[in-house]
């Protein structure tokens, strides 16, 4: 089921956003990730301004890749200065078409900065090169919501449904309508976001989305009983593997018993006659 990013949480979705767009320095979602999260204080901060000054200079030569480049933008949101992070990101987008995360993290950075129609504008650039790729719809999808054109996201949304199930259903319409679910739900139509969701059960018939987004639904409903219900169907689609939305939705339930059994507590083994016991 998609995120419901709120005004509150507009730095998650950039992180998120940005360790995606710009994993392609050897574990660079996962430095720029730990710095944010870290706080290591003034000191860390003033090597991050270092390493930016540094990088910045290069910029400046024109003397620094891609990558170099890639990685500036990193150190420029972990220093909170985004408008210079979102020039130097949209000269990298414009430069690598190919790489639609660019794309998507400038239209986030625009949005973070109020900029909504900015926004708007970098995410149709993606959906006329790729009109189905649900990142760009997601992001798309709230920037409607919150300019008040929620009915002209679920036209669009439907439409792009019909054309991914009629006259075969393909692989794109699962997050398309997990999408168009969600936008449902905010939009307080939980009925129609529940007959879809049992819909693409039913249509997907091996993949637990449908009803782990089910469960959610009824859960926020106070109808526990429900919830508890479509989260073990879920749990019957994959018995063997570990899936970590389920095991957490679990966990938070109290529901060890949903939890796969690599997340799950093992039961111990009978103590043997001699030796010491495993933990």
């Keep these: 089921m998609p995120p419901r ?23 660079a979602g996962g430095w720029w990730l730990g710095q944010r999260g870290s706080g290591g204080g003034d000191r860390s901060r003033l090597a ?10 290069k910029v400046d030569q024109g003397s620094a ?3 170099e480049q890639e990685r500036l933008v990193q150190l420029l949101l972990a220093l909170d200065q985004q408008r210079q992070a979102t020039q130097l990101l949209e000269t990298l987008a414009d430069r690598q078409p190919e790489r639609w995360q660019l794309r998507l993290l400038l239209a986030e950075l625009r949005r973070n900065g109020d900029d ?33 054109r929620g009915q002209e996201a679920e036209r669009q949304l439907r439409a792009l449904l019909a054309k991914a199930s009629k006259p075969t259903l393909q692989a794109q319409a699962l997050p398309l309508g997990l999408l168009l679910g969600d936008l449902l739900q905010r939009q307080g139509q ?90």
């Excluded at 991050?48 to 200079?57: C, G, I, K, T, V």
């Excluded at 995410?123 to 999808?141: D, F, G």
């Excluded at 637990?208 to 926020?220: G, I, S």
Aim: glycine fraction near 6%; avoid cysteine.
């Design 5 to 27: 990013p709120s005004p509150g949480s507009r730095s998650g979705l950039l992180l998120a956003l940005a360790a995606l767009a710009l994993m392609g320095l050897a574990g």
């Design 48 to 57: 991050l301004e270092r390493q930016a000054d540094q990088l910045r200079s």
């Design 65 to 67: 890749s891609d990558a």
């Design 116 to 148: 909504r129609a900015g926004a708007e504008r970098e995410l149709r650039q993606l959906l006329n090169l790729s009109p189905e790729r649900i990142e760009a719809l997601q992001l798309m999808t709230l920037l409607q919501v919150e300019q008040g």
């Design 190 to 279: 939980k009925g129609a976001a529940e007959a879809l969701y049992l819909q693409q059960a039913q249509e997907f018939a091996k993949d637990p989305r449908p009803l782990l987004a089910l469960a959610l639904l009824k859960q926020e409903q106070g109808d526990t009983k429900a919830a508890q219900v479509a989260l073990a169907k879920a749990r019957e689609r994959q018995p063997d593997k570990a899936n970590p939305r389920l095991d957490e939705v679990a966990a938070s339930w109290g529901l060890a018993g949903l939890r796969a059994p690599s997340a799950a507590t093992k039961p111990q083994a009978a103590p043997a006659s001699t030796g010491p016991q495993d933990p």
